[in-house]
């Protein structure tokens, strides 16, 4: 890892993208505790193994941009700034959830922090983050919308339409393709012809499209400055194919036995989360201390957020209906 | 007062709202140079420029979806799906994202989107493009359905639609663009979850909508002749649904057909009679009566396909028999 010098990043933002990374991986410990423990219900899908790609690419946006993504959704939130109280409180199904206890896990939304969505709809997203895309060249406004899907949405439809609709538009999307190598149980080499090189699909829609090491947050950070500058700049869209691995199984119910032990233990070894860690040591960049406290901190924060998302009230039963429709329409 | 085709009517009421707020823009295939496959958006594109009247690629899904997007950021679009059959090519953005985005982000983002499509069966273009699936986006809680069956009522409903935060399917029948009516002056409009008594009749109550409508007014001019005086409730949305209207002629007459042009079973009709039945018990005579589509893909020969659809004949006979007269 060398793009520290280009991009310029200060040791407490170094620190600062670790945090977040190590967030994620403990915010979706305590999921897998708490599902376990009964107070969260449905699907699970956790973002463990693929924390460089959400931090490191959000990192690059400004405020006003637009966050889409697919329903492995936990890892982008917490990137994107929403609590991981009003996540937390989601996943328990609680009225002060980021979606109002509505969503669940695979819907977060919070429009505070512009993050547009986690969509469950396998390439769904991709027309929206299109629109979104449009809306912002439409008023000539200075804001691009970050889309993400697994490698599993560019088998669908939706994913066709959109890239060719945004290129033949020149829209501000940057489309990121997590290309954690399968869909629930289906190697992508069993389903996707370009597979091996998935960046190079962008190519056939006029599209650039690059590659990029998941698991390296500097990385993605690096790829992404540049495509942020670019796409910002009118130049249409892009797209980012980042490897990477989900550590765990495609939801919590998935022991993930159909993976070879070998491929397994090969990406434990790229692990983004300690080989971040191990970076920053070896650089100087961060103390052993400075890594322990952001430990400690983390430690608290997860705590503080199953506090409040367990003592937080259930939606009431007479607003079922609410949120159906605009209030005052039927 | 002017007469005006219904044509007319969704082309003023699109040019209205491109006139008066920048943020409303269309999105369609071929709607730009072209003028729309019925020639609604016809010089629209010259006027207002093809930022605002966007042609878009062969793309039912992601036009949908991007207007979705663009209407959660906070513009106004109106996309044109060319027609119905179409739309399941969108149902996805339609159903899992237009419908659904307010609920599931708890009241944080609104998709104000309008779709324009173009539903039912009799001009002879096969199973494909003749089918009528407005009943089936009415089962879609967050949906509104608007089915408008003459010039002043699509005028005045998209009016409306205009107004909504959330998502309208509005629905235009093939066979109606050249028919013509009588619409107010000045700006009227015609709020949602409206019915609307179309003839007046003491015997017996149709409940109908969209190119329906016509057919059984041709119907109960047939049966007045006869003696028996049919009152037309035209529902004109599906999705807010007035009952209070039809339930409130139905006591009158103590008895309801309902007549829709979509295959009978799982039709909308069957929800129509279902509440029918609960909300006026009471007041029937009789069971509630049905004429829908026959259970068949739209015919292409125009003696098949006209049998394959209610006509005046049919709803008379239903009637008679309903009447036992
Ligand atoms: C349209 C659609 N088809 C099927 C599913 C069921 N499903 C949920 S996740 C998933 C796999 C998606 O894989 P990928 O896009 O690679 O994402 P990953 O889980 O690897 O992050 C499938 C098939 C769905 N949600 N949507
Ligand atoms: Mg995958």
Redo the contacts between chains.
Sequence with gaps: MTAIDRQRLSKNQLLGLYRQMHLIREFERECERQYTRGHIKGFLHVYSGEEAIAVGAISTLEPQD?V?THYRDHGHALARGVSSKDIMAELFGKAT???????GSM?L???SKNF??G?A?VG?Q???????????Q??GENRI?LCFMGDGALNE??FH??M??AA??KLPVIFFCENNLYGMGAPASTTLIMHQEIYRMAAAYGIPGAEVDGNDVLAVRELMLEVVQRVRGGQGPYFIEAKTYRLRGHSIADPANYRPPEEVSYWQSRDPVPRFKEWLLAEGQASQAEIDQVGASVEQEIVAAAQFAESSPFPQPQDLH?????EG?? | MAIISYREAVSQALREALEEDHRFFLMGEDIGPYGGSFAVTRGFWEEFGPERVKDSPLSESAIVGAGVGAAMAGLRPMVEIMTINFSLLAIDQIVNHAAKIRYMSGGQFSVPLCIRTVTGAGASVGATHSQSFEGWYASVPGLHVVVPSTPKDALGLFRSCRELMDPVIFVEHILLYGARGEVPDGPFKIPLGQAEVKRLGRDVTIVTFSRMVHVCLAAAEQLAVEGIQVEVVDLRTLRPLDMETVVHSVRKTRHALVVEEAPKQGGFGAEIASQVQHLAFDYLDGPVERVAGEEVPIPYSMPLERLAIPDPERVARAIRAQLGR
Aim: with cysteine.
């Design positions: 637009y889409v959830g980021c979606s109002k206890g509505r969503g819907h939304f919070d429009a547009m969505g969509y709809i769904g991709l027309p929206v983050a299109t629109g979104l895309a449009l809306a912002s439409y008023r919308a439809g939706e339409e959109a060719n609709l033949i538009w609410k949120w159906v429709y605009e329409q039927a």
